[in-house]
DNA sequence: GTGGTCTAGACCACT
DNA sequence: GTGGTCTAGACCACC
């Protein structure tokens, strides 16, 4: 849990390097909305001291971001969300994802099957 | 496309290693029952030729397969799935993956946003 | 554009420091004519705001054009050009960074291959 | 001047960092054909150990190449060139360049000055 | 052997 | 304080 209220997790175990873990959860908080545009990213070596990492492996995480034009770093200032022409909603966003991750596992998943995937998840979801 | 009509794919500009791409996409495939208990795997020889890649990166792939119960290799007979006790159905592991995706990125989705989800990734679905 | 006339920019997004990229476009002007002896240099203050940077960002590049003996600020009179020995022509100025630019990248240019470059340059350039 | 005779050099005084001095210069050694497609770069380790670089430090340039397109890198397989579509010829490439300086520096040559430019550049070029 | 990532700590540029 | 770069050396994935 970092200072904003928004926590990011790093699984060192992961076959996924931690770079592109950070990458992903902050391109999904910025895409979602949660990081709105002018937010400003935890500092380099403040995130970096939280989750035990280097701060070069932050460094990267926010250089690629910055490539893909979701942020914008400047020396001294910190690091800003760019936000995206129209934020991407909750929705749309697991709607991709979902869609996504059925093609690419080649799930071939019917729309009865896909219905009844969310129900079960949200019958799962731990919510309050 | 690999010899039993199962396809599988290698993306080298992706972050995740190749024998973990591999492995997720064949764990898939068993857990959603597209191979089923008793199929044969592609002989490592035959499935690190059709994808590009070193043998010793399928073998590696099997192996974490095989550690993880999914399949057994036997000298011999190739490599089997092992079927898991209970066989885990597509929505099962749609539902499982999306909830778990959700959970990671802090999506927070409510029920409606979820079920607005998974109707929007229907319609985006490229089916026949 | 500064008060001037003289237009100077810094791109953030530049492997090059900004103080060296102001650095550069001083000299340059100062080199080619465009700001001759006596010509007195944007305030630090002046430059620093029209460029949405630091003052001491400025300070730096006046400074090191000061160490190269281009420049000289005194209390009071601001900084002013001391024009150099042998004024350098557009020309000059044109031909040694094009010189330069070759030999640095190996380019191993003929006399035909430069000419046409230099043909090509000049159809190219926009120009009223 | 690395193994395959191609010189590559450092200037450690320079601000440019060292990553950009090495991208640019490899990336013009491709624009000008002089690495052609598929030629291979030398090895991470043996353009460091040349350059008295980190291992990093060509890393990083080989990895802004990669995402510019210019080159592909395969673990165990090197590092190669993937050629451009046209294949840049050194004039182009140094007319792009000088016109590039000239608009930069503002030094709103006259055709008659950019000639005047390229022959005196000429003139000085230490040629066999 | 190849490239890819990470660490720990340094120094620089910038606000 | 901020981000940016570099080093030295380690370990991993891959061919």
Known sequence: ?????????????????????????????????RLGQGARLPSVRQLASDL??????????????????LVESRRGSGTQVIAPSATTGIEVKLAEHTSAYAAARQLNATNDEALAAIRYALAHLDRP
């Open 1 to 33: 849990m970092t200072a904003d209220g928004i926590s990011i997790g790093v699984n060192h175990a992961s076959p996924v390097p931690p770079y592109e873990q950070l990458r992903a959860q902050l391109a999904d908080l910025i895409a979602v909305g």
């Open 52 to 69: 035990g990492l280097a701060n070069n492996t932050v460094v990267r995480a926010y250089r690629e971001l910055e490539a893909a034009g």
